[in-house]
Structures are given as structure tokens and as C-alpha cells.
């Protein structure tokens, strides 16, 4: 099955002519139980379920107007050459709605991109949003989540608030492959980046998935192991247990590397500061201090723990920049 018939499937009845423009905002979210893998790769479907947690004001605003001619492309205010991979990515997924024109598409990005920040989940989400908005179509949010997917897994957990889980589904089309926000709330947890580097990485999350997948020796215990954590999660966030919460997502992301470091040629998104922050968490945490880290596919930690810890924290971590997940900033 292709992107463009599940694209037809959903917006059969909607309207195809642009309006004036459209804009969005999204947030980017970091998992606590992480996507790594697909069971179909033109669709982006994964082969586990996995749950996030969005990151507030942290995120992408997206302005989109059709316009004559080939598409432009801005990002944080400058004009992307349409050879490059951001502007490639964003027409080959714009090829998906257009009849015969251009968009004009302005994004501002709050998030480093391509440093394992979550920039093109808050990317795509913003931009099917935005569309959206451009095309009235007025789609719910299952849809919009669908949407987002085919740009960019992780991006369908970025069309809602809060925490969010986004349930694998099994049919071949992907429709019961999309994200929901859970119930549960938690105004105290808190999320703090530790940057290692910004710089663009080697290897990109979707070549690093499909090597895990296909050579990765530990990748078969993987499915498990999310499905153990994801219970531990979702009873971690029903009764409010920090710790819980923090060993499972810790423990998470340690396992979805050690499946990358099982891969030929291995896929090691750490650098020697990563390890090093690592082992500060575990110090800081030998001395009391409630903290656990996540990791995604970048070398930086991203350090989960309580606003009453806040000061605590800011001595331990001086570097390190803090997320309110509740702070919102609206388009
Ligand atoms: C996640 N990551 O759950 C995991 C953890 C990175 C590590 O989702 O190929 O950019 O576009 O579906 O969504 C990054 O992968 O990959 C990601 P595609 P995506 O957040």
C-alpha cells in the first residue's frame, strides 16, 4: 500500500482547493517507551506501540500557502535550497496534496534539528496541521495523527498534548496505527536537556532502524521489552510513582541502544560525553537526588525529574536547559 492511497482513503470527502494559508503550532514530545522499528516502511508502521510525552511550548509553528511555481521552504527564517534535505522531505511529502501548484512554507523551529530532539515530529505534525487549516478539511484528530505518520513516525504523537501513546495497530493500511492522548496528567514532571552536541548526526533514526531491525542480534527480545515497560509506564503515571516512571523510560532507552549495538555495522548514536553525563545521572542519583535520563537517536541525555527536585537539579546540572511539558504557546 502506498502513502497516496491512504492520503485518498482519508480525504475522500474533503474539499481539494486551498484556501489562503494555513498555520499550526506542534510540540515536539521525547518517548518514555521508544518507536524503534517498522513492520512497513513506506508507511512508517512500527512494530511496537510506544508512549511520549510533549514538550509544552518545545516545538514547531508552521505557515503554509499554496502559491505559483516550484514550492519554497523556509526554516527559521531562511530559504532552504530545494536540494536539501529538509526542503526535499517537505515537497516529496507536500507531492501527497497538491493538485498542480506550489506551497510557500515557512517553518520556526524551537528544536536543534536533526540532533535527537524530536525535530521532525514537531515538524510534520505542525505542517498536517497547518494543512489542515489551509484546506479546511476539518479532519479529527485519529486522522490528523495518520497523516502525520506518513511524514514521520513519531510525528503522530505530536498532533496532541500531554502524554500520548501511540498503539501499533496491525492492519496494513496503518488505520489503527495512530496516537492518543492518555487521561493522566502530571504538572510536576519535568524535563531537562543536557546538549552534548547539536551537530547533524552520522547515522539518521531511519537508516539506524532498518539496520537494527534487519541485522540487530538483541533486536528479537525488543517487542518484549516494550511491552513490559509500557505497563510499567502507564501504572507509573496512574499513581503518580516517579521512580517507576524514570527506571522504566531509563531503562528503556538503554535497552533500544543496546539492540542498535547488536547491529552490523553497529549503530552508536553516544559520544564519550554522553557516557559521561550518564554516569553524572547515575552519581547524582547515588547521592539522592530523584533523577533518571532518556536518550533518543543523538548523543544528547534528556533528564526526567520533579519540580520540587528543581533545585537540587540546577546545581547538578548547571548546563542543563529545563522543559515545562505544561507551558503552552499557541500559532
Ligand atoms: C522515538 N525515535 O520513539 C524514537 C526513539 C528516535 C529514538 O521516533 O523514519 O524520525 O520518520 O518514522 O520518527 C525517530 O524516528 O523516524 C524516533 P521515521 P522518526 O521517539
Redesign the pocket.
Known amino acids: 500500500m502506498k502513502k497516496s492511497d491512504v492520503v485518498k482513503a482519508l480525504l475522500s470527502e474533503c474539499a481539494c482547493e486551498p484556501g489562503a494559508r494555513g498555520r499550526a503550532f506542534a510540540p515536539a ?3 518514555l517507551c ?3 522499528g ?1 513492520r512497513d516502511e513506506e508507511l ?1 508502521l512500527p512494530i511496537t506501540s ?1 508512549l ?1 510525552m510533549s514538550l509544552g511550548a518545545w516545538g514547531a509553528t508552521t505557515e503554509i500557502a499554496p502559491r505559483d511555481g516550484a514550492d519554497r521552504v523556509w526554516l527559521n527564517g531562511g530559504e532552504q535550497r530545494p536540494d536539501s534535505s529538509f526542503a526535499a522531505r517537505v515537497s516529496a511529502y507536500l507531492d501527497l496534496f497538491r493538485t498542480d501548484h506550489g506551497f510557500d512554507v515557512r517553518t520556526e523551529s524551537r528544536v536543534p534539528i536533526a540532533a ?1 530532539l ?1 525535530s ?2 514537531s515538524g510534520f505534525a505542525a505542517l498536517v496541521l497547518a494543512l489542515n487549516e489551509l484546506y479546511g478539511w476539518g479532519l479529527e484528530r485519529r486522522a490528523l495523527s495518520i497523516l502525520a505518520r506518513l ?5 503522530c504523537r505530536s498532533v496532541h498534548d500531554g502524554f500520548v501513546e501511540w498503539h501499533a495497530g496491525s492492519r496494513a493500511d496503518g488505520m489503527d496505527s495512530f496516537a492518543e492522548p492518555l487521561a493522566r496528567t502530571w504538572p510536576e514532571l519535568r524535563l531537562g536537556i543536557l546538549e552534548v552536541s547539536a551537530a547533524e548526526k552520522a547515522i539518521g ?2 537508516a539506524g ?1 532498518k539496520s537494527t531491525v534487519a541485522t540487530g542480534a538483541l533486536y528479537a527480545s525488543w517487542p518484549e521489552k516494550v511491552a513490559d515497560d509500557l505497563l510499567e509506564v502507564h501504572a507509573a503515571l496512574e499513581t503518580h510513582d516517579f521512580e517507576r516512571l524514570g527506571r522504566a523510560a531509563e531503562s528503556n532507552a538503554l535497552s ?1 541502544h543496546a539492540t542498535m549495538l547488536s547491529a552490523w555495522p553497529p549503530v552508536l548514536y553516544w559520544l564519550p560525553d554522553s557516557v559521561k553525563a550518564m554516569h553524572a545521572v547515575w552519581a547524582a542519583r547515588e547521592r539522592g537526588a530523584p533523577v533518571y535520563f532518556t536518550m ?2 543523538g548523543p544528547n541525555l534528556k533528564l526526567l525529574f520533579l519540580e520540587s527536585d528543581r533545585s537540587i537539579m540546577e546545581k547538578e546540572f548547571p548546563n542543563m536547559r529545563i522543559v515545562e511539558p505544561n507551558e503552552r504557546e499557541d500559532a
Open positions: 514530545n521525547i518517548a521508544k518507536y524503534w517498522k512508517n510506544s511520549s535527537g524530536a521532525s515530529a511524514g514521520s513516525g513519531s510525528a533514526s531511519r532502524m533500544m533518543d537517536a
